[in-house]
């Protein structure tokens, strides 16, 4: 029994869908939480590859700066398939809260007016000054932007309001749905 926490052993787990303008909200806090998460690539034998990575948003679209020839950045110019999770740290299921980004990575080229955007979004002086390196201008590579199709967001608190812990948000869609849930 959990004395703090009752709501979390409810059962079956709430299937409420949230409004999506609220899920939104709910990604967009994850995503100011941290900026680092763990990007998803896919290997030229389809293995998947995953590495850490800094990461900066504007609204839900991830911006990444892969270093040049890594075989992150080979990968997504292979296949553009990327997820990116992002967790807020934890412990323990009541303060579970995190995202799971799945999309299309778009390589913009260094001087398009795509890749000024995401550099004034990527927060490219911090890194550059931790590194050593020049403050005068941004490093010149490609920058990544993950457009997401669909983001799996999912927070235990949400519970306690009624909501599903697992809620899904699908870009063209005017509604999220939920992912069912209970005993793990």
Not at 19 to 43: A, S
Not at 132 to 145: N, Y
Not at 150 to 160: A, D, G, P, S
């Amino acid at each position: 029994m959990s004395v703090a926490h009752k709501w979390l052993e409810q059962e079956p787990w709430p299937t409420k869908v949230m409004p999506k303008d609220m899920l939104e909200d709910r990604i967009e806090r994850v995503l100011t939480l941290t900026n680092i998460g763990y990007l998803g690539t896919v290997m030229k034998s389809g293995a998947p590859i995953v590495s850490p990575v800094e990461f900066y948003c504007d609204g839900l679209q991830l911006y990444i700066f892969p270093q040049p020839n890594s075989p992150k950045l080979k990968a997504m110019q292979r296949d553009p398939r990327v997820s990116c999770a992002i967790a807020n740290s934890m412990a323990g299921w009541a303060c579970v809260m995190g995202a799971q980004f799945f999309g299309t990575a778009v390589l913009l080229d260094v001087g398009t007016p795509e890749w000024e955007h995401g550099m004034k979004v990527f927060k490219w002086p911090a890194s550059s000054y931790e590194l050593g390196r020049e403050l005068t201008e941004p490093p010149q590579g490609q920058l990544m932007r993950l457009d997401p199709e669909r983001i799996v967001y999912t927070e235990h608190l949400n519970r306690k309001h009624g909501y599903a812990p697992r809620q899904i948000w699908r870009k063209g869609e005017d509604e999220a749905r939920v992912v069912p849930g209970g005993n793990v």
